[in-house]
């Protein structure tokens, strides 16, 4: 048997199996590859997800010629041959660049024009979150989405399509195990499977364990998929409960989950629900993503360990989150205040509070709005007793 990943890959829409929440029926992306109107794309997720496979299928559904790189190895001048070549042509070309997360922010400067000018059509792929790995410029020229690890019903489908017209027997065992052990990495139970029947027909669990002894730890399994899991981290650290808020950030650990989702999630968690009851949680948070960024796995599980029995054991207070909220929503709403003269940019006018004592009674907005309450938790208190000794020096 040849090797299934290549066999298999998928050459059309309605063969392309997951994804479903980006490229179902009924989504728009979908609707814009019918339509032939492809915008520039950055698929990120774990490998394995129909990334690459999905790029190529878009090349072929709207017939343009399709050209890969890889950004480990790319040469801006190879880049800038495509480009060159497609100058005055009809026809848009598709470039398709692997591990888009690697390129320097020269390399992703070069692409502006282009993409600008809409010269050629460019789809990335990446295992790291593009929010983090491409510029400012670059996001707001495309669309980007995020893949997420098949499900086991997506890979279910994938073994039923692996098996069609074939000799392999596949035992119930044997089938759960390959499902299973490959955490949501199509390429990866393929490649199992693949080498499994080079050695006998009759694929068992034992020799499947054999040349996978463990789960490979790339991704979260459908039942215990990472947004089910960090969203059972988040209200247990929220709810105080640390064995709870330890034992789901062990599941996310052991399932493979990147330091960068856990702690992205960790200092929000800080901010939104302890905010100033203690400052110091989104310090620690912040160290704490910095730091694993430069350690990485295993050692960063102590450091993870560590941030989620000092966030659950916080006192809590959403009143910033609140505060900022209702302050958004007026705006959006349509509640835009003059602003008072002796603050704009002339000062004329404007009580230096410093030439008082720190603190001079005066008009900051042209009406009372109220928008944030404390809760007085923890160090929230502590704000709001220094605000009311400040304020109290000249009344």
């Known amino acids: 048997m040849t090797d299934l990943s290549n066999r298999l890959r998928p050459t059309t829409l309605n063969e392309f199996i997951g994804q479903k929440h980006i490229i179902g029926k009924d989504k728009a992306l979908y609707k814009l590859i019918l339509k032939k109107e492809i915008p520039h794309l950055f698929f990120y997720g774990k490998p394995g997800t129909g990334k690459t496979t999905l790029a190529k299928i878009i090349a072929k559904y709207i017939n343009t010629d399709y050209y890969y790189f ?25 470039i398709f660049i692997d591990e888009v997360h690697r390129l320097s922010k020269n390399q992703q400067e ?48 994938v073994i039923d399509t692996a098996l069609k017209d074939s000799e392999i027997i596949l035992s119930t065992e044997a089938r759960d195990y390959l499902i299973s052990s490959s955490s949501g990495d199509a390429r990866a139970m393929l490649n199992l499977l693949n080498f499994a ?33 960090a969203s059972a981290m988040i209200k247990s650290l929220r ?22 989702f856990i702690t992205r999630r960790m200092v929000i968690f800080a901010s939104e629900d302890i905010g100033n009851a203690n400052p110091n949680a989104l310090n620690l948070a912040v160290s704490t993503m910095t730091a694993t960024s430069k350690i990485g796995y295993p050692e960063s599980k102590i450091l993870l360990g560590q941030c989620a029995v000092y966030l659950a054991s916080c006192p809590k207070s959403n009143s910033s989150y609140k505060a900022i909220n209702k302050a958004l929503s007026l705006v ?19 009580l230096y509070p410093h030439d008082f004592s720190g603190w001079v009674e005066q008009e900051y907005l042209k009406e009372e709005l109220n928008l944030y309450e ?10 709001s007793d220094w605000l ?3 304020k109290g020096k000249n009344n």
């Open 110 to 157: 070069v692409l502006l024009p282009i993409m600008e000018s809409y010269q050629a059509i460019i789809i990335g792929a990446s295992t790291e979150n593009p929010f983090f790995t491409l510029t400012n410029a670059i996001r707001s020229r495309s669309f980007l989405y995020e893949f997420l690890p098949l499900t086991k019903n997506d890979l279910s489908e």
């Open 388 to 390: 009311g000794k400040i």
């Open 239 to 260: 709810g105080s409960d640390v064995d709870a808020a330890l034992y789901y950030l062990a599941r996310l650990i052991n399932g493979g989950e990147s330091v960068e």
């Open 197 to 229: 029947s080079k050695i006998d027909n009759e694929i068992t669990f034992d020799l499947l364990k054999e040349l996978r002894p463990n789960v490979i730890g790339d991704g979260v399994s459908s039942s215990d998929s990472h947004y089910d899991l």
């Open 70 to 94: 890889n950004a480990t190895s790319i040469k801006i001048e190879d880049l800038r041959k495509v480009f060159d070549r497609y100058k005055n042509a009809l026809i848009k070309p598709l």
């Open 374 to 383: 404390t809760l007085n938790m923890g160090y929230e208190k502590t704000l």
């Open 332 to 350: 959006k709403d349509g509640k835009i205040l003059d602003i008072p003269k002796h603050l704009d940019s002339q000062h004329l006018g404007y």
